[in-house]
């Protein structure tokens, strides 16, 4: 079974200090997929990055930036000099590719918040 | 283009009712899938339509229910309503041959 972990599950910054968000998680698939969204007060899930399995490259962009490492497991998301607007919780997911459909496994969230 | 739509926004119903969600998917998407979110069980898959047909469902009792129509709108169904019903439902649409899932504002239930 596919399981994803959120160790921290609150965070608390000051203002332009930088956060990294911590994701590990668990698949007996070689082929699998990751996603991080980020959920603001309102609720609705917001979607900020998928990286497939076969796709290790670091990426970047703007403040955001996501590590993803195979051999640990390891999803984790980094936002530089952080802002009040990027208090929010934000969850790692996983989803297997299956050819009946896919389904979403979700971490617990990690709540950030940022502080003026 | 629009993005994924959910009516009501919110909810709220006594023990014993049943309840009728709906999701408006995003424009040529055909994929639709529902999630609940609660303190305690966090983000939990309910079920997934494509096409009019059921392809995945997750640990639920049988008291909820879904359905897709031809024009991908989908409708979930909680019959004999419990207290720990009471949640978020998540809405999610993806064109289907791609796999990220863009969801909606959710419909906030509360069952009393």
């Known amino acids: 079974a596919q399981k994803v972990t959120q160790a921290q599950t609150e965070i608390s910054v000051v203002e332009k200090e930088d956060v990294t968000l911590d994701c590990v998680y668990e698949t007996r698939d070689t082929t699998y997929y990751l996603f991080w969204y980020k959920q603001p007060p309102s609720g609705e899930l917001v979607f900020l990055i998928r990286r497939n399995s076969f796709d290790e490259q670091n990426e970047i962009s703007g403040r955001y930036s996501w590590n993803f490492q195979k051999s640990t497991s390891s999803f984790n998301f980094t936002i530089t000099a952080s802002q009040v607007v990027d208090s929010a919780v934000y969850f790692c997911a996983l989803s297997e590719i299956r050819d009946a459909g896919n389904m979403l496994t979700f971490g617990g969230g990690t709540r950030l918040m940022v502080k003026p | ?112």
């Open chain 2, 1 to 112: 283009k629009a993005g994924v739509t959910q009516t009501p926004r919110y909810l709220i119903k006594t023990r014993g009712q049943q309840v009728t969600l709906s999701c408006s998917p995003i424009s040529g998407h055909r994929s639709v899938s529902w999630y609940q979110q609660t303190p305690g069980q966090g983000l939990q898959f309910l079920f997934e339509y494509f096409s009019e047909t059921q392809r995945n469902k997750g640990n639920f009792p049988g008291r909820f229910s879904g359905r897709q129509f031809s024009n991908s709108r989908s409708e979930m169904n909680v019959s004999t309503l419990e207290l720990g019903d009471s949640a978020l439902y998540l809405c999610a649409s993806r064109t289907g041959g791609e796999e990220t899932q863009y969801f909606g504002p959710g419909t906030r239930l509360l069952v009393l």
